[in-house]
């Protein structure tokens, strides 16, 4: 990943969403949107703090049928890079098929790129209320993303839809909406990888045609838990320097926790929160998980 720190400050906008500058620019987010997808491409789509990294971990554990030496070698930037990153069209040129690519762009910048291509899609998302409180703490960490002031500063700017990557709420129904129409995309959440690890990495894995014996989805579920992920230098992002992720004021991975939003929020905040969901999700019948009750906790996990 290399760094032009002449960049932090900067802010690109693209089709009325702020994306930081650091690593975007005008070229490189329009490279992604006319990208020229391949039947064998596997694209990994979601909003920030939604399990990304997750769902890279698992899909590269797939793949690689649970050995876990590519994901314990290579940066998941290079394994799986960012379409619209500026430094990521040259390294697609050279990653031979089939390709794992990353996107946090909306459906409504990608649909046409994908329009006719037998690309696999896996729609990766969290509940909105541990999302802000996630990203809220990225923040903090990312010296590429602006102060994000006080928490219900950011809630407002978040439920407004003006924060960097632009509004959840689009970005969740534009992706969500396409389940019946495009067949090649798949939704998982990281409630169901939270609570049912192993399941979700057989879901993943009939979904990619990539079926695996149980000795490999165990080996998928031990790579690809909280614990080993955190100390995983290849996707924890402690390679990053401290210039660009401050890692004395937390952790990229920090609880990985289901309901952690319950230690953010004041009542008044959910109610405003559940009235603005309420608002921009009319006529979406995704239910979302809040909370996992303890015992219902996954015993890997």
Known sequence: MESDMS???????FHG???PGYLHNQESLQHAVTFSFQDTDILIVS?????TTWMQQMVTLISNRGDPHVSQTVPNWARTPWLEHHYSADLLQTLIGPRIITTHLFHHMLGHALQGSKTKVIYVS?????TVVSFYHFHKLANFL??????????????????????????FKGWTSQLGAMTNLLHVTY??????????????SSFLQCPLVEEEVNSCVRHCNFSSM?????????LIPHEIMDHSKGFFMRRGEVGDWRNMFTEEMNQQFDKVLQEKL????IAFVWEVEEEEIDEHH
Request: charged share 30%.
């Open 126 to 130: 969290r509940n909105p209320k541990d």
């Open 47 to 51: 909003y920030p703090k939604s399990g």
């Open 282 to 285: 009319k006529g979406c019948s």
């Open 146 to 171: 602006p102060d994000g002031g006080s928490f219900e500063e950011f809630l407002n700017q978040f439920l407004e839809g003006t924060v960097h990557f632009g509004s959840w709420f689009d970005h």
């Open 17 to 19: 969403v702020i994306f």
């Open 191 to 204: 409630e169901e990888m939270s609570k049912d690890l192993h399941g979700a990495i057989k879901k993943v």
């Open 7 to 13: 960049r932090l400050e900067v802010t690109e906008t």
């Open 230 to 238: 955190k100390e995983n230098n290849m996707i924890n992002y402690t």
